[in-house]
């Protein structure tokens, strides 16, 4: 596959028509991204950039090489700057998305409102729309691959990131003859009560934002990229917020841990594990029925089964995003997207005692976490998706632990999310268009 497109990339590059990149949020991750386009990617350009700050932007853009940068609020002049062979930086979303001179959107801004917006923008305007941003996929992922799947555009997760390196190595255990049993991500941390003030130190090493980082250790993150694994391959989950163990040894010591008859009730199920080796990465656990084959698998020393044992021992965000954006352009393939109505969501559990009137803050902040939990007991409990939480005001305490439903807030009002949610939950199949 990246044999393929890599061809074709050098192609275009030789031919002056590169696939034409628009990034939404030139922060940690989209200023990696742009130097990695800008600096290793032929055949493909960033012709324009969404920010909020634009001086912030500008110096984030300087840092990964971009200096010939136009400030423009339109699509047109979005289109001149590219013309001009200059990058176009922008605060209205929509000069990016309705631009002629922008393919792809990528989006790197981690905002599910916002995403939304942005997505519907550009399908819309006949863009593909490249998520890193899997908090608005793990919330409003199905109703976004159908109106994408309408507008006859590609809406998909990005290779690199943890969900898409799974579906990828399911992909070839599913390829190889296996059944994939479980999904898994390989952590270094797992507390559930981190916040930005316990993270503020990691945060300031590695140049993150504190928030984001807390995301991370406290669960929330691996929760969200486990249910994205779970939407695109049918997959369920043990319990809620997954079985999580903590084990220090090989992940090839995991295919004796789990109860091969459950997994198959399940439908298969994600997971993840904390401190095993080689991380950080992922695994996927198949098992394989024909017992010839099974001879040939202790052979290449895989074990005698019934789970084997399959790994990739790195995940590398924003180097391998230009293969998802290539692989939407050039043949119309998503790395990672739902496969139908959510089999698992990501609900609000409560980081501390909240009293009643608290607004929530945001994701990795100090109210709450991400779980994993079966959709059915998401709907039938009216359990608030952790993706919608941020600004909902608490009418009553909610326990330290316990799950916040939709009857312990007040809603914003006036959300694109909350709509396209409500049109999500009644959606059991693509539109008949497709």
């Known amino acids: 596959m990246t044999i393929t497109t890599d061809l074709r990339l050098a192609d275009l590059a030789a031919e002056g028509r590169p696939i034409r990149v628009g990034v939404l949020g030139p922060g940690f991750m989209g200023k990696a991204l742009i130097l990695q386009i800008a600096g290793t990617t032929p055949g493909m350009v960033v012709t324009a950039v969404h920010c909020r700050d634009v001086e912030k932007a500008r110096a984030a853009l ?3 090489g971009v200096t010939d940068v136009d400030v423009v609020g339109s699509a047109s002049a ?7 062979g200059r990058v176009a930086l922008t605060q209205d979303v929509e000069a990016l998305t309705a631009a002629d001179e922008v393919d792809v959107v990528v989006d790197v801004t981690g905002a599910v409102e916002f995403g939304a917006v942005a997505a519907l923008s550009a399908f819309e305007h006949g863009k593909h729309v490249v998520l890193m941003n899997a908090e608005l996929d793990a919330t409003l992922g199905w109703e976004l691959a159908c109106r994408a799947a309408s507008a006859g555009v590609v809406y998909t997760g990005s290779d690199g990131d943890q969900p898409g390196v799974q579906l990828n190595l399911y992909r070839f255990v599913q390829r190889i003859g296996l059944t994939p049993l479980v999904c898994g991500n390989v952590k270094g941390l ?7 003030t ?5 945060a300031a090493r590695w140049g993150q934002d504190p928030r984001m980082v807390s995301s991370f250790a406290d669960g929330t993150k691996v929760n969200v990229e486990q249910a994205l694994v779970a939407n695109a391959t049918g997959m369920s989950v043990h319990r ?4 999580g163990r903590d084990h220090d040894g090989h992940i090839d010591e995991l295919t004796t841990m789990y109860d091969v008859d459950e997994l198959r009730a399940l439908g298969g199920a994600v997971d993840y594990v904390v401190g095993s080796r080689p991380g950080p990465g992922v695994y996927v656990l198949g098992a394989m029925d024909d017992p010839r084959q099974r001879h040939y698998l202790e052979l290449y020393k895989l074990g005698t089964g019934p789970l084997y044992s399959f790994y990739t021992p ?3 965000c924003h180097f391998e995003v230009p293969d998802t954006i290539a692989r939407a352009a050039l043949l119309g393939e998503t790395t990672l997207h739902p496969a139908g109505p959510p089999t698992v969501e990501v609900v609000t559990v409560a980081k501390t005692d909240l009293p009643a009137g608290t607004v929530l803050d945001g994701l990795g902040g100090y ?7 079966r959709a059915d007991v998401t709907a039938r409990d009216a359990l608030l998706p952790v993706g919608l939480a941020e600004g909902c005001t608490l009418v009553r305490p ?3 632990d316990a799950v916040v439903s939709y009857a312990d807030v007040v809603v914003p009002t006036g959300r694109l999310a909350d709509t396209l949610r409500s049109a999500q939950s009644g959606r059991t199949a693509l539109p008949a268009t497709v």
Do not use: I, K, M
Request: hydrophobic content about 35%.
């Open 240 to 243: 809620r917020g997954l079985l």
């Open 314 to 316: 790195y995940h590398l």
């Open 198 to 202: 316990t993270q503020q130190g990691f």
């Open 190 to 196: 797992q507390d559930r009560f981190r916040n930005p």
């Open 367 to 373: 109210h709450y976490f991400g779980e994993c939990e």
């Open 398 to 400: 909610v326990a330290r």
């Open 78 to 84: 979005v289109d001149r700057s590219a013309r001009a």
């Open 62 to 64: 300087e840092w990964a």
